[in-house]
């Protein structure tokens, strides 16, 4: 299994490009179940996630190929293939975004729940009642959601969870929606910039959406769809992970092809710490005072801070000059990165869904481990700052979520060795 050695204690310097947004690029890959002819997209990164849902895909009678300019071509061939398998859902989540396409333009799907999740319980009952609710039977039988439905019918379906709206689930009803019957009215709809991005690939493909991107998405069901050019936007959470790097090595980094307005949130906490980030024409250029300000940090629903990078500003803040507070309220579990981090020097107290992180002086260098995407890129920043070497295991994890994580931060004087055992 590949490890990173890294040794820390260099300041990045340089500039880095930001890949296309994971969390845009697969659900997109999956409305293309819905399209006729061929769609091409540009930007999709080269991650594990996606080439994992180039299988599934693969297994329900699409094509899909990449261009020798990084395009992924893909073509429906055969639409006999309903069942989204456990073996290959139980490693994605994502994966769940293959409902609502199987749905609109097979008329049924075979998709296996989930199960569990390192960051925590995450249901997916907003995704099945949307179903429900645009006229499918669904029926649980040994772990897989069936549905069917002989039409979908437009209908007003609200989204709001105990945690805020869901954003695969947005993702799932809209995608079913457009091929449905008449009008529907998504209320209290997740607001991300993937969402966005979706309903703008549907439009480009024939679709009637209007709202995308805030909190109430209107479809108006067209009958078909068709293929089209797309470009994905680029990674809010890769570009928030790289400028956390530039400010934790105490560096400077210009990130190109990334859009600071959908970091908003992230920006405002990383100044209030004392990060100094200026907007240039395609990007930004990041650096840090030497002293980082202690701050409190809520996770919320888009606009908010984003969940996805909660582990990576805590491991910021571990060197803070001052005592911090970040309170998890999307997933009140995600912190499997507290212990490890602890491992390394840190002083971080978890109370339920809210840890308090007592600045340290520095971080040491300790053998760690990988748990889930979000928590190994925190190891990542926290390796690059410790003085001595970080060993951190099970990087598969990172290999989800980031593309060439390791080449892109040694190209801006990053120290990282990936090994095999
Ligand atoms: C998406 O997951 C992202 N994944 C996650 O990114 C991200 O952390 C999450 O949204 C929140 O922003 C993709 O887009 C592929 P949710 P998703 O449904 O859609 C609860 C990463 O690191 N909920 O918005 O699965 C749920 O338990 C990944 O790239 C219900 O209660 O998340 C959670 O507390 C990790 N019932 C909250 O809503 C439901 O039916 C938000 O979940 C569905 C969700």
Same mark, same amino acid.
């Given at each position: 299994m590949d490890y990173f050695q890294i040794n820390g204690g260099n300041r990045l310097k340089g500039t880095v490009t930001i890949s296309g947004a994971k969390n845009a690029a697969l659900p997109i890959m999956a409305a293309t179940l819905m399209v006729d002819g061929e769609t091409v997209l540009q930007g999709v990164p080269d991650l594990i996630d996606v080439r994992h849902m180039c299988k599934m895909l693969n297994k329900l009678g699409v094509q899909t190929?990449?261009?020798?300019?990084?395009?992924?071509?893909?073509?429906?061939?055969?639409?006999?293939?309903?069942?989204?398998e456990y073996e290959l859902v139980r490693q994605m989540r994502a994966s769940v975004c293959l409902m609502g396409p199987l749905l609109a333009k097979r008329?049924?799907?075979?998709?296996?729940?989930?199960?569990?999740c390192a960051i925590g319980d995450r249901p997916i009952s907003l995704h099945i009642s949307g179903m429900e609710a645009l006229g499918?039977?669904?029926?649980?039988?040994?772990?897989?959601?069936?549905?069917?439905?002989?039409?979908?019918?437009?209908?007003?379906?609200?989204?709001?969870?105990?945690?805020?709206?869901?954003?695969? &689930?947005?993702?799932?009803?809209?995608?079913? @929606?457009?091929?449905?019957?008449?009008?529907?009215?998504?209320?209290?709809?997740?607001?991300?910039?993937?969402?966005?991005?979706?309903?703008?690939?549907?439009?480009?493909c024939g679709a009637q959406i209007s709202g995308q991107g805030t909190p109430r998405i209107t479809i108006d069901g067209v009958s078909s769809l068709r293929g089209?050019?797309?470009?994905?936007?680029?990674? =809010?959470?890769e570009t928030g992970t790289f400028m956390i790097a530039a400010a934790i090595t105490n560096g400077e980094l210009t990130l190109q092809n990334c859009r600071p307005q959908h970091l908003? @949130?992230?920006?405002? =906490?990383?100044?209030?710490? &004392?990060?100094?980030?200026?907007?240039?024409?395609? &990007?930004?250029?990041?650096?840090?005072?030497? =002293?980082?300000?202690?701050?409190?940090?809520?996770?919320?629903p888009?606009?908010?801070?984003?969940?996805?990078?909660? @582990?990576?500003?805590?491991?910021?803040?571990?060197?803070?000059?001052?005592?911090?507070?970040?309170?998890?309220?999307?997933?009140?579990?995600?912190?499997?990165?507290?212990?490890?981090?602890?491992?390394?020097?840190?002083?971080?107290?978890?109370?339920?869904?809210?840890?308090?992180?007592? &600045?340290?002086?520095?971080?040491?260098?300790?053998?760690?481990?990988?748990?889930?995407?979000?928590?190994?890129?925190?190891?990542?920043l926290a390796g690059l700052v410790a003085k001595g070497q970080t060993q951190l295991d099970r990087i598969y994890?990172?290999?989800?979520?980031?593309?060439?994580?390791?080449?892109?931060?040694? @190209?801006?004087?990053?120290?990282?060795?990936?090994?095999s055992e």
């Open positions: 190929r990449r261009d020798d300019d990084g395009g992924l071509r893909i073509t429906v061939t055969d639409e006999m293939n309903c069942h989204a008329k049924k799907a075979q998709v296996a729940l989930p199960g569990g499918a039977d669904s029926e649980l039988i040994s772990g897989d959601i069936h549905l069917k439905a002989k039409k979908l019918i437009g209908s007003e379906i609200f989204l709001g969870g105990p945690f805020g709206s869901t954003v695969t &689930g947005t993702a799932n009803i809209m995608m079913a @929606a457009t091929l449905a019957q008449g009008r529907t009215i998504l209320e209290s709809a997740a607001c991300e910039p993937e969402i966005t991005d979706l309903g703008d690939f549907l439009i480009a089209c050019e797309y470009a994905i936007i680029p990674d =809010r959470i908003l @949130a992230v920006i405002d =906490r990383l100044r209030r710490v &004392g990060v100094i980030i200026e907007r240039q024409d395609d &990007g930004v250029v990041v650096s840090s005072a030497r =002293r980082l300000e202690p701050v409190e940090v809520s996770t919320q888009y606009p908010g801070f984003p969940t996805d990078l909660q @582990a990576q500003i805590s491991a910021l803040l571990c060197l803070a000059d001052g005592n911090s507070m970040v309170t998890e309220k999307i997933f009140p579990d995600r912190f499997l990165h507290v212990a490890e981090l602890n491992r390394m020097g840190a002083r971080i107290r978890k109370e339920s869904a809210t840890v308090m992180i007592e &600045g340290v002086k520095r971080l040491v260098g300790a053998p760690v481990m990988a748990s889930d995407l979000r928590a190994s890129a925190a190891l990542v994890h990172i290999d989800r979520g980031y593309e060439q994580i390791e080449k892109k931060l040694n @190209a801006v004087g990053a120290d990282i060795a990936r090994l």
